[in-house]
Nanobody, 125 residues
Framework: QLQASGGGLVQAGGSLRLSCAASGRTFSTYTMGWFRQAPGKEREFVAASTWSGGMTYYADSVKGRFTVSRDNAKNTVYLQMNSLKPEDTAVYYC????????????????????WGQGTLVTVSS
């Protein structure tokens, strides 16, 4: 089970940290993903990482601004979002799949088995 939280309203240039709390299984062999869906648009890939953090991959649109991290003791993965832009406005979802991070799989919605409920991020200009 995944529980996403941390969304809210922020001004352009600001920061937010999203959390994805995982429970019900051992995630050490899982790939974790972050996606977002803006109104009227398809859900798009944001970032993916191995649970250990040894490998991370970001969409070009967020590279250098967003960072994935984790707290193993809390079984939680974070998405730190800096220098936010109005175009970052979306519902953000975390997801996971068992297995190694394979880039061609990790960037697709179908590559994940479990999804959190989403948290809304609104960036005002």
């Amino acid at each position: 089970q995944l529980q996403a939280s941390g969304g809210g309203l922020v001004q352009a240039g600001g920061s937010l940290r999203l959390s994805c709390a995982a429970s019900g299984r051992t995630f050490s062999t899982y790939t974790m993903g972050w996606f977002r869906q803006a109104p009227g648009k398809e859900r798009e890939f944001v970032a993916a990482s191995t649970w250990s953090g040894g490998m991370t991959y970001y969409a070009d649109s967020v590279k250098g601004r967003f960072t994935v991290s984790r707290d193993n003791a809390k079984n939680t993965v974070y998405l730190q979002m800096n220098s936010l832009k109005p175009e970052d406005t979306a519902v953000y979802y975390c997801a996971c799949r068992e297995g190694p991070l394979i880039r061609t799989v990790a960037v697709t919605k179908g590559g994940y088995d479990y999804w959190g409920q989403g948290t809304l991020v609104t960036v005002s200009s």
